[in-house]
C-alpha cells in the first residue's frame, strides 16, 4: 500500500536520514525501531509533509504522490498521532476531534457533539464531547488524539510513542483498536520504545540507526536480543548487563538521612505521607499511572503547593515554598513532562544546560561566555549529547538529547539529591542503559536519588527500596528480598 524509496533528509550540519527505504502492507502493523536520532520522527515528518524530502519517492497504492503538508497527508488517507499531544486544551474534546475538518461551513455543533459521544462510546474512552480537553487526563487525551485520527478514514494510520502515557488497561484498549483497525484494512506504522508491544501487536520490524535502514523483518524472524543488537550497533544481553552492578555507596555517613518528610501534602490532591532518604541511596515511588507518584516529588521538590507537613534536610527543619528553596538545600528536580516542565525550545543546548545553575548565582551575575562554553562542552561529552553544537536550539534534537541535556542541568548543579521522573521514557533502549548506569555510579558517589519509571523492571534495576503507591497514598514499602515485580503487584492490588 505504501512505498518510501530513497529516502533523503539533510539539516544543517547533520544528515538526518540517507537513502532509507520503508514500505507497508494492506492490514499490517509495523514497528518503526530504533534509539534515538536514527531517524524515525524525521521518516514520519517526511511521510506526513511537515518536512520537505531531499531526495527519494514516495507511492501510495501504487501511484507516487507529492506530499507537502500535512493537510495534503490528510487527504490522502495518512492520520499521525504524535507522542507529545498536540491538541488544544482549551477546546472540548469534540472541538478538538473536528478541528479543521468543516471546510469553511458553518459548524453544527449539536451534531458535531453527538459524533463525537458516538466515536468515544465506542472507543470506550472516559470522556465527554462537551468537557474541555485539559480537564482529561494525559492518558484520555491520548486517547482523545487516536479517536480523531482513526475517525478520518485512514488508510495509513501513524502512531508515535501512543503507549507513553497510558497505563496497562488502556495499551490494551489502544492494542484491541489496532487489531480492529487492521481487520478492516488500515496499516499502522507503530513508534515505540517498549519492546514488549512490539512483539505483542506488530508484523514487521523496520530498524533505523544513524538516519540509515539496518533493515526490515518479520517478527518471528527477529528476537528482541537481536532486535536491540541491531538498534544498538552491538551485541548486547537484553539490558542484563547491568543487573547485579547496583552502585554502593560506602562512605561512613551511608545511614545519613539527608532528607525527610512527615505528613507532607500539597495541593495536587495527595494524603500525607513520611519519606525519607539516605546517603548514597537510590529508591523510587511506583504504582500504576495516576497512583500519586509524581505528585509526591512534586510536593518534595516545592514545585506544587505544599499545604501542610514537615521537611527536613540533614537533620534541620527547612521551609521548602517553591523550587528556589529546594535548589538552595541541593534537591534537582527531572520533571516527568519535559516538553512543557523541562526544556526552553527555542535556546540553546548550551543556554538549557547552565540554567538552574545560572538561576541559583543570580540572572545579575551571569556567566561569562568562556564559562557558558566550558560548562556544557564537558557534559556534552560527559552524557554523549548527540547535537551539531552547544548552540544548536534543544527543541531540534531527539527527545533522548532533550532529556540529557535536562540531566546535564541539574549535574552541572552538584546536588546532593536528584529527583528523577519517568527519566527514560520515550527513549531508545541505549540511552536507557546509559541513564540508568549513570544513576547507580551517581549512587556510588554518595548522591542520593529518586527514580520515578512506569517500567517495573526497570525500577527493580535501579532501586534499593521502593514506596508503593495507590489512589494518591502510600501503600507500602518494600526493600531486600520482597523487591520483586509479583511483590510490587501483590502490594499495589492488597493494600498495605
Not at 500504576?288 to 505544599?306: H, M
Request: proline share 3%; hydrophobic share 40%.
Amino acid at each position: 500500500m505504501l512505498e518510501m524509496r530513497g529516502i533523503n533528509k539533510s539539516f544543517p550540519g547533520v544528515r538526518a536520514l540517507q537513502n532509507v527505504d520503508f514500505s507497508l502492507n494492506k492490514g499490517e502493523i509495523h514497528a518503526l525501531m530504533g534509539e534515538n536520532g536514527a531517524g524515525k520522527s524525521t521518516l514520519i515528518k517526511v511521510l506526513t509533509g511537515v518536512y520537505s524530502k531531499d531526495g527519494g519517492t514516495i507511492n501510495l497504492d501504487g501511484k507516487v504522490v507529492s506530499i507537502h503538508s500535512p493537510q495534503d497527508a490528510q487527504n490522502l488517507g495518512i492520520s499521525t498521532v504524535y507522542q507529545e499531544i498536540t491538541l488544544c486544551p482549551n477546546l472540548t474534546v469534540a472541538e478538538n476531534m473536528f478541528i479543521g475538518r468543516g471546510k469553511g461551513q458553518i459548524t453544527n455543533w449539536k451534531k458535531m457533539n453527538t459524533d463525537a459521544d458516538k466515536i468515544l462510546q465506542k472507543l470506550d474512552i472516559p470522556a465527554k464531547a462537551t468537557q474541555q480537553l485539559a480537564s482529561c487526563s494525559i492518558a484520555v487525551q491520548q486517547m482523545v488524539a487516536i479517536a480523531r485520527a482513526v475517525d478520518m478514514n485512514c488508510k495509513v494510520l501513524i502512531l508515535d510513542e501512543p503507549t507513553s502515557s497510558l497505563d496497562e488497561l488502556e495499551v490494551e484498549k489502544l492494542f484491541g483498536l489496532m487489531r480492529d483497525l487492521k481487520a478492516t484494512g488500515v496499516g499502522i506504522i507503530f513508534v515505540t520504545h517498549f519492546l514488549d508491544q512490539v512483539y505483542e501487536v506488530c508484523d514487521k520490524i523496520t530498524v533505523l540507526r544513524d538516519g540509515q535502514l539496518v533493515g526490515e523483518y518479520e517478527i518471528k524472524d527477529l528476537p528482541r536480543v537481536k532486535l536491540v543488537a541491531k538498534m544498538l550497533g552491538k551485541e548486547m544481553d537484553d539490558l542484563s548487563d547491568i543487573k547485579g552492578e547496583k552502585g554502593t555507596y560506602e562512605g561512613k555517613d551511608q545511614d545519613e538521612k539527608i532528607f525527610e518528610a512527615e505528613g507532607l501534602q500539597s495541593n495536587a490532591g495527595i494524603k500525607p505521607f513520611d519519606f525519607y532518604i539516605k546517603k548514597g541511596e537510590v529508591n523510587g515511588f511506583t504504582g500504576l499511572l495516576g497512583s500519586g507518584r509524581s505528585e509526591c516529588v512534586r510536593a518534595i521538590f516545592g514545585a506544587d503547593r505544599v499545604i501542610g507537613g514537615k521537611v527536613k534536610v540533614h537533620g534541620k527543619e527547612v521551609k521548602i515554598n517553591g523550587p528556589l528553596d529546594a535548589m538552595k538545600n541541593g534537591i534537582a528536580y527531572l520533571p516527568e513532562d519535559r516538553k512543557i516542565d523541562g526544556i526552553i525550545g527555542d535556546l540553546s543546548v548550551r543556554d538549557n544546560i547552565i540554567l538552574a545553575l545560572q538561576v541559583l548565582k543570580g540572572f545579575f551575575k551571569p556567566f561569562s561566555k568562556a564559562q557558558a562554553y566550558a560548562f556544557a562542552d564537558e557534559y556534552i561529552k560527559k552524557l554523549n549529547i548527540k547535537t551539531a553544537s552547544a548552540d544548536t536550539p534543544i527543541k531540534s534534537l531527539s527527545g533522548g538529547n532533550q532529556q540529557k541535556v535536562i540531566l546535564a542541568r541539574w549535574l552541572l548543579m552538584h546536588p546532593e539529591y536528584l529527583i528523577l521522573d519517568e527519566p527514560t521514557r520515550g527513549i531508545d533502549v541505549g540511552t536507557k542503559v546509559d541513564i540508568q548506569k549513570l544513576v547507580l555510579d551517581l549512587a556510588s558517589e554518595g548522591m542520593s536519588v529518586t527514580f520515578i519509571s512506569s517500567e517495573t523492571d526497570e525500577m527493580l534495576r535501579t532501586c534499593s527500596r521502593l514506596v508503593v503507591m495507590r489512589d494518591r497514598k502510600v501503600v507500602g514499602e518494600l526493600s531486600g528480598e520482597d523487591l520483586t515485580q509479583a511483590k510490587i503487584m501483590s502490594t499495589i492490588a492488597g493494600g498495605d
